[in-house]
């Protein structure tokens, strides 16, 4: 059953009054872009398992599993807020605690064009070894002002299409901040939406190194795994891991090996030596893990000794 309730408040809240589709859907004209028609629809039947979802299919990135990222994305005021959190019976979150599904691209947040700031950004890309086909599959983009100015936006998705976080980069040649972070949490799967669980994955620290490696990698934004990739890795039918951490990480690499061998995992240590998958490019990682052997536990014993 449509809540009539939800609906009045969105309506207050974009300045507009939505029109019923189908599925207890209302559509509205997106204050993201200006559309040509109304493609942002937010679901209002409390009987559903979507309700209080919104996206505009015209956007394609621009949803959520609640309305509370699109109210904050207009500045509703706090009394809407509060209003449509209650209706929807959602709790409310600091910045720090803000559930992943409450976030958004950055407002600023661009796709690539013709413009200067534009081609300074993929003159960084391109540096960093990222083709067009990378940039496109993976929505990358970029921001030439606001809280992420002169940075690269690398968002990450998961199983479902939406997304849990982003990662950015300045393109600056002398940046004051190479990086900045989203509030949120970091226990999510990076990039699962591309990733087959079917296959063999292969572990890395940062999404540079990701797009490098290309094939069914999963960034762990650093040298430690989050609890929710743990918890997936573990429980799956995977059986091949391969680990391709900085040399400076080995003992981390190594904590990470004996887990997943305890756990009747077939585990590849990818020896990088002094260099990273983002600086050795697809072709030559590709042949450095086709030669890497499976680590046995001698070969586990042995490394944590030379440590």
Same mark, same amino acid.
């Given at each position: 059953?449509?809540?009539?309730? #939800? $609906? /009045?408040?969105? /309506?207050?809240?974009?300045?507009?009054?939505?029109?019923?589709? &189908?599925?207890?859907?209302?559509?509205?004209?997106?204050?993201?872009?200006?559309?040509?028609?109304? +493609?942002?629809?937010?679901?209002?039947?409390?009987?559903?398992?979507?309700?209080?979802? @919104?996206?505009?299919?015209?956007?394609?990135?621009?949803?959520?599993?609640? $309305?509370?990222? #699109?109210? +904050?994305?207009?500045?509703?005021?706090?009394?809407?807020?509060?209003?449509? *959190?209650?209706?929807? +019976?959602?709790?409310?979150?600091?910045?720090?605690?803000? +559930?992943?599904?409450?976030?958004?691209?950055?407002?600023?947040?661009?796709? @690539?064009?013709?413009? #200067?700031?534009?081609?300074?950004?993929? $003159?960084?890309?391109?540096?960093?070894?990222?083709?067009?086909?990378?940039?496109?599959?993976?929505?990358?983009?970029?921001?030439?002002?606001?809280?992420?100015? /002169?940075?690269?936006?690398?968002?990450?998705?998961?199983?479902?299409?939406?997304?849990?976080?982003?990662?950015? *980069?300045?393109?600056?040649?002398?940046?004051?901040?190479?990086?900045?972070?989203?509030? $949120?949490?970091?226990?999510?799967?990076?990039?699962?939406?591309?990733?087959?669980?079917?296959?063999?994955?292969?572990?890395?620290?940062?999404?540079?190194?990701?797009?490098?490696?290309?094939?069914?990698?999963?960034?762990?934004?650093?040298?430690?795994?989050?609890?929710?990739?743990?918890?997936?890795?573990?429980?799956?039918?995977?059986?091949?891991?391969?680990? &391709?951490?900085?040399?400076?990480?080995?003992? *981390?690499?190594?904590?990470?090996?004996?887990?997943?061998?305890?756990?009747?995992?077939?585990?590849?240590?990818?020896?990088?030596?002094?260099?990273?998958?983002?600086?050795?490019?697809?072709?030559?990682?590709?042949?450095?893990?086709? /030669?890497?052997?499976?680590?046995?536990?001698?070969?586990? #014993?042995?490394?944590?000794?030379?440590?």
């Amino acid at each position: 059953m449509v809540n009539h309730l #939800l $609906v /009045n408040t969105i /309506n207050k809240a974009l300045g507009q009054a939505g029109y019923p589709t &189908a599925r207890g859907n209302y559509a509205y004209n997106c204050p993201r872009k200006n559309h040509r028609h109304a +493609k942002l629809e937010v679901n209002c039947d409390d009987s559903s398992p979507y309700y209080g979802n @919104f996206s505009c299919w015209g956007c394609g990135d621009f949803k959520g599993k609640t $309305v509370i990222p #699109l109210l +904050k994305y207009i500045k509703a005021p706090q009394p809407l807020m509060n209003e449509a *959190r209650s209706i929807l +019976k959602v709790k409310s979150y600091n910045k720090i605690e803000e +559930k992943n599904e409450d976030l958004l691209l950055p407002p600023e947040f661009k796709n @690539f064009d013709s413009s #200067l700031p534009s081609r300074h950004a993929m $003159v960084y890309l391109k540096s960093r070894g990222i083709t067009k086909e990378d940039i496109e599959k993976y929505n990358i983009g970029y921001c030439e002002s606001g809280e992420y100015k /002169n940075m690269i936006i690398i968002p990450s998705y998961d199983k479902d299409g939406i997304l849990n976080y982003f990662m950015t *980069r300045s393109f600056e040649k002398e940046p004051y901040r190479k990086t900045k972070n989203p509030k $949120v949490s970091r226990n999510i799967i990076p990039f699962e939406l591309f990733i087959n669980w079917d296959l063999p994955i292969i572990l890395c620290e940062g999404p540079f190194d990701a797009l490098a490696i290309k094939r069914n990698t999963i960034p762990l934004l650093g040298k430690l795994i989050s609890k929710e990739l743990m918890i997936k890795i573990v429980s799956s039918t995977i059986k091949k891991i391969y680990i &391709a951490l900085d040399k400076d990480a080995l003992s *981390r690499s190594l904590q990470l090996a004996e887990k997943f061998m305890s756990e009747d995992k077939v585990v590849y240590l990818v020896d990088l030596e002094d260099e990273d998958p983002s600086d050795l490019g697809f072709e030559k990682f590709t042949k450095l893990i086709q /030669n890497t052997h499976p680590l046995t536990q001698y070969k586990l #014993l042995e490394k944590k000794l030379n440590i």
